[in-house]
Every structure is written in C-alpha cells, then in structure tokens.
C-alpha cells in the first residue's frame, strides 16, 4: 500500500528566533513530511518574514487569537491524511517520521510517541513524558485522563480531528490535552510508541511556564468532564482534580 500523507502544521508566534532551529531540524529529518505548513497568530517580531526566507510556507493570521486557533486553521487548510502539530521553538527529532509512520494504520486515528522535556538553557530533563502502548489501546480516555498528551507527541488522522471541529479556542492552556479527552470520548483509536522520539524544550518565557495559570485552567477542565464523561471515570476525575487542587495551593491560588 502506499505511504500515507502526512502534514507538518507549525502554529507561531513570535517565533522568528526559533524558526532557523526548527527548520534546520526539517531538512536533517530521515523521513520527510509531504507538506509544511506554519501559521503566524499576529506575532509582533519578523516570523513571517524569516520564515518565507527559510522557504517555510506560511500564513499570516493577523490577530494572535491563541494556539487553538492556529492549529485549527492549520488542520483546516492541510491536505494530509494525517497531521503532526510542532511547536514552533521545539526542533524535531531526524527519526521522528520514520519511527511514527508504521503506527500510522488504517485501525488507528492517534498515534503517539514518548517525550522528554528539557530545560531551554542547562538542557537537563525535567519532565519524562511516557505512554504505555497497552493502555492506550485498550481504555483511552482512562489513559488520557492519567497522562496528558502535547502535539508534538502524536500523529492524528485528519478526519477524527476535524470531526470533532479541532481545538477548543476558549482554552490558551491544556487545549491538547482537551482535545485527546474529547477524542478519546468519542472513540477514536490510538497506538503508542513507546519509546522517546520527541523532545520538547521548556522556555521560561512560554505560556505553559506559568504554572498558576495552567493549573488552574486543568481544574476548570476537570470540572467541566465530571459533566460530560461517563461514571465509571469519574473516580479517576476525583484523583485528578484532587492532584490540580494540590498544585494550585502550591502557588498560593485558592479555588473557590
């Protein structure tokens, strides 16, 4: 059978420093993507400029509304079966494609990788990211609920993704993780690696890095499933919000 198409979907922002690593990664990759394409979410810096002069195609958004948003113009204007979404500032592996492309199978929607992420400036791990291949394929919405899954982590089909009308633009932070629950919830099938083939880089500066912000926005999160997903989760939703309480005291924020 032929190989399957696969989009890389770059969404930017203020990204035009970053842009030379990632696509210096691009060209050193074993496996080549069939199409690029970035999308700039109103960035004050050059991204457009340095991107056109890297030959990244590229759209200009105009108005930052978010990395939902970009994502989902991305998805939208992508012609591949499947599509992998790469943060701008995180420089893709030269084995990425070639490790992920034989999980990319007619009976799976999601594929997934293991990710470290490491420190911007000492390079030294500070989160290891793992997906357990068996639990994955047999109860994914459990596994999700346990163990958030980032873009730069899987490989979705683009039918399931646009299925599901993308991204939740109301959400800045924990909207890919969302998004699994949202597809787990709905039946879509995954498989999983298991084994490191992304890595991504932790930017003191990056949305993510608040940590107050990002908790809290997991707590309003759980908040909103224990209406939507089915009972027998719902002692997993107790541990999980229980955790988001935990981490918020941490950061002296108090919910209500």
Known sequence: PAA??????????????HLPVLAASIRDLSVAFDEIICYDDGSSDDTVAVAHRLGLPIIAGGVNRGAAHARNQLAQRSTGEWLHFQDADDPLQPDFLAKMSPLLRPEIDVAVCDTDWVDATSRTLILAWRYPPGSLREDPLLA???????????????????????FDETLRIWEDADLHIRLAHAGARYD?????????????????????????????ALERYANTLPDRVRPELATQAEIAARELLRYRDFPA
Request: a positive charge; proline letters at 2%.
């Open 192 to 220: 999983a690696l298991g084994a490191v083939a992304a890595v991504s880089v932790r930017h003191v500066a990056s949305l993510s890095h608040d940590y107050r912000a990002s908790w809290g926005c997991r707590l309003s």
């Open 4 to 17: 399957a198409r696969v989009s890389l979907l770059v969404p930017c922002y203020n990204a035009a420093v």
């Open 144 to 166: 999700n609920l346990r163990n958030g899954i980032s873009c730069n982590a899987m490989i979705i089909r683009r039918t399931r993704l646009l299925a599901l009308n993308g």
